[in-house]
């Protein structure tokens, strides 16, 4: 049903965007200025970089077509400056979990389009930025809760960054970051004109993470799964691998993709403590768990109960950096062997690690080098353009995490990313909105993961 749609949109896809694209790997990374105590910019390691996304939810607190940042002005200057000595783009992320609430509204109509256009040239501009980022979370499909949201989001999307790119010009750097879910379209479906967000955009973040999460999965699982072999209804049809495949078979080029990777980790308690095998068409998993209620201890990132910025009640939200697991004693320090009471295991169905600890029924779901390595060889076999990292205050001080990708886009012999295991089965299954048309727009829907990393936080 789709297939003529898709093909349609793969020759409209072709026509070339700004310059931005360098056909060189990209290794990216996100640094939040939310989180600057955590990192500050002196310390960020811009050597290991590509490109920097200066993560800041701004401009949607109001619906006004201004960009503002909250008073803290004062951490653009260290970042743009120190990034440009190093020869790092840096951009300019716009939106997120808690600033998509007026995306809609911004981008409406040529009026509102054109304004918010002009506006964020000029913000570029001032500060210096390389480009922007759009983190609209999410066009056709509701985020936090409270956003604006309209059946046509999705084309006055497309239609904004054709008017973002005549005004910016082909220089500016524009990328979008997107649900592993892909965007949807009036019907509720994939957008059908995926494909030709490519004319305009140099490259999209896939935000292949938060997959399985302590507030909102019924089990544990894997924060970014690389392929769903194993995965419970809940993450099955969402991976990084069948992201890919949804984008590119939407007639989106590879070569613009970037495959994003979690720097965090995602505690849980299980039910019992011994782990249970999960067998999925002959494959074994250890990494989906029955899970009990129990708040689990998490990192300095971790959130209370509260209320987001919508005014509605929120969960507690536990997580780790991934430096935290070495730093509290969890793993050693080259970040591959549990340690006080955990054992590190590497679930090749999804292609990421897990610790567990039997005695406390502590597990705890995250990225490491051997899964960074898995994705970015994932990355450079399929053609992509590389790999961003959410975020840079997760790695460690010798940038273990990001070393191991770029050893697998950047360095002359790959090293085996995670010797003695055959992660995946090679199969991917095919996405719902690929196979078989949703019969309902709610069938997509539940399988658009909710993406709010530290969002509720901000
Ligand atoms: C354009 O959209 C904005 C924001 O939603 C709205 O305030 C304005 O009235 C719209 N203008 C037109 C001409 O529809
Ligand atoms: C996990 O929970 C489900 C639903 O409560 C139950 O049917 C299943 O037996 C449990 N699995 C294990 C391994 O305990
Ligand atoms: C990592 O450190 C542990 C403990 O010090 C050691 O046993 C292991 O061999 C090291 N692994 C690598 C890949 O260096």
């Given at each position: ?76 200057a260290p970042v743009v400056s120190r990034a440009k000595k190093a020869g790092v783009s840096v951009s300019l992320s716009i939106g997120g979990w808690t600033g998509s609430i007026y995306f809609s509204d911004l981008v409406a109509n040529a009026t509102g389009r ?144 970037l495959l994003g990777m979690p720097a965090y980790a995602y505690p849980y308690k299980t039910a019992s403590s011994k782990l249970a095998q999960r067998k999925v068409n002959g494959k074994t998993s250890l990494a989906y768990q029955n899970r009990t209620d129990e708040v689990p ?162």
């Amino acid at each position: 049903m789709l297939s003529s749609v898709v093909v349609a949109a793969a020759f409209a896809g072709i026509a070339s965007a700004g310059k931005g694209f360098t056909g060189k790997p990209v290794i990216a990374g996100y640094w939040p200025s939310y989180a600057a105590d955590l990192l500050q910019p002196k310390d960020i390691q811009f050597g290991e970089f590509t490109h920097i996304v200066r993560h800041w939810f701004v401009a949607e607190s109001t619906p006004t077509y201004e960009l503002g940042f909250g008073g803290a002005e004062n951490l653009i200057a260290p970042v743009v400056s120190r990034a440009k000595k190093a020869g790092v783009s840096v951009s300019l992320s716009i939106g997120g979990w808690t600033g998509s609430i007026y995306f809609s509204d911004l981008v409406a109509n040529a009026t509102g389009r054109a304004a918010y256009a002009k506006s964020i040239k000029k913000t570029l501009d001032k500060y210096g930025f390389s480009g922007a980022d759009l983190d609209w979370e999410f066009p056709g499909s509701q985020g936090i809760g409270c956003n604006t949201i309209r059946p046509e989001d999705a084309d006055n999307f497309l239609a904004f960054l054709k008017v973002l790119r005549d005004t910016v010009g082909p220089d500016t750097r524009l990328s979008a970051a997107v649900s592993v879910g892909g965007i949807l379209g009036a019907d509720g479906n994939l957008y059908q004109r995926t494909g030709d967000l490519a004319k305009y955009l140099d490259y999209v973040t896939i935000m292949a993470y938060d997959i399985y999460g302590y507030g909102w999965s019924a089990t544990t699982g894997p924060v970014g799964q690389l392929y769903d072999t194993c995965a419970t209804d809940e993450g099955s049809g969402v991976s990084g691998a069948l992201a890919v495949k949804l984008w590119t078979d939407a007639g989106f080029p590879a070569k613009k993709l970037l495959l994003g990777m979690p720097a965090y980790a995602y505690p849980y308690k299980t039910a019992s403590s011994k782990l249970a095998q999960r067998k999925v068409n002959g494959k074994t998993s250890l990494a989906y768990q029955n899970r009990t209620d129990e708040v689990p201890k998490g990192g300095v990132t971790s959130a209370g109960e509260g209320t987001d910025s919508c005014g509605n009640p929120t969960a507690a939200a536990p997580s780790w950096l991934f430096k935290e697991l070495i730093s509290t004693g969890k793993l050693t320090s080259n970040g591959t062997v549990g340690k006080g009471g955990f054992t590190r295991y590497f679930d090749a169905c999804s292609g990421t690690p897990f610790l567990f600890n039997s005695k406390t029924r502590d597990f705890i779901a995250y990225d490491d080098p051997a899964s960074f390595g898995v994705k970015a060889q994932f990355a450079r076999k399929n053609g992509l353009a590389g790999i961003n990292m959410f975020d840079l205050t997760g790695d460690t001080k010798e940038s273990l995490l990001v070393n191991a990708a770029r050893a697998q886009l950047l360095g002359e012999s790959f090293p085996d990313p995670a010797p003695g295991i055959t992660v995946g089965d090679g199969t991917i299954n095919a996405p719902l909105a690929t196979s078989t048309p949703p019969s309902s727009s709610s069938s997509r829907r539940a399988h658009v993961p909710r993406l709010f990393a530290f969002g509720r936080l901000f």
